[in-house]
């Protein structure tokens, strides 16, 4: 008798948030769990977050994906000035503790689902496909880079395509309404 596939998810959690205000509906992150893990083991579930210290309603937010069973990793929100602009950008850089995780982990799942559109995690892509491991995206078109499609492995999942089975439908408590929060 053949197992399961075993498998992660990996949640860009600000990448997310601006799809979510793309596509103009709110994603269910409990049903992202169960729609990714059809016919597979869940190993395990990352959401990464920029963290804004004191703001209740991303705290909530944050706590909220925990009970539902995620790891969350936070980073605090750094601002950074532009000088030859004077604009101030803020940034939280998370891609590397995605990276690490999808490596550091990767004896513990047979695939590998990311939930962002930043070609920046082509390479770790590469590594793990060359590893055996399959990998695949969930993005928006408007979103996804070429080289993330290039390096992902079919299915790849268009967030518009999946509005029917990711929505959030029930009324809830408004969470996670500032950058980097995947509400």
């Known amino acids: ?64 994906l925990t009970h539902m069973g995620y790891i969350v990793r936070r980073r605090p929100l750094k601002s950074i000035v532009d000088q030859e602009t004077g604009l101030t950008l803020y ?19 047979d695939v590998a689902v990311l939930m962002s559109g930043d070609g920046d995690f082509e390479r770790a892509f590469e590594y793990l496909r060359s590893r055996g491991k399959e990998v695949h995206c969930a993005s928006i078109r408007t979103m996804i880079s070429f080289e993330l499609l290039n390096s992902s492995d079919s299915p790849r999942y268009f967030l518009e395509d999946l509005k029917a089975e990711l929505q959030r439908t029930t009324e809830s408590p408004e969470f996670g309404t500032s950058l980097g929060q995947g509400a």
């Open 1 to 64: 008798m053949k197992s399961k596939k075993r498998v992660a998810i990996f949640i860009d959690g600000s990448n997310m948030f601006y799809a979510q205000r793309a596509l103009g509906w709110r994603i269910d992150w409990a049903k992202v769990l169960t729609f990714f893990s059809r016919d597979k083991e869940l190993y395990n579930g990352f959401y990464y977050a920029a963290e804004n210290e004191g703001e209740y309603a991303q705290e909530s937010f944050l706590r909220a």
């Open 91 to 109: 940034k939280a850089n998370l891609d590397v503790d995605i990276v690490v995780d999808m490596l550091s982990t990767m004896d513990l799942y």
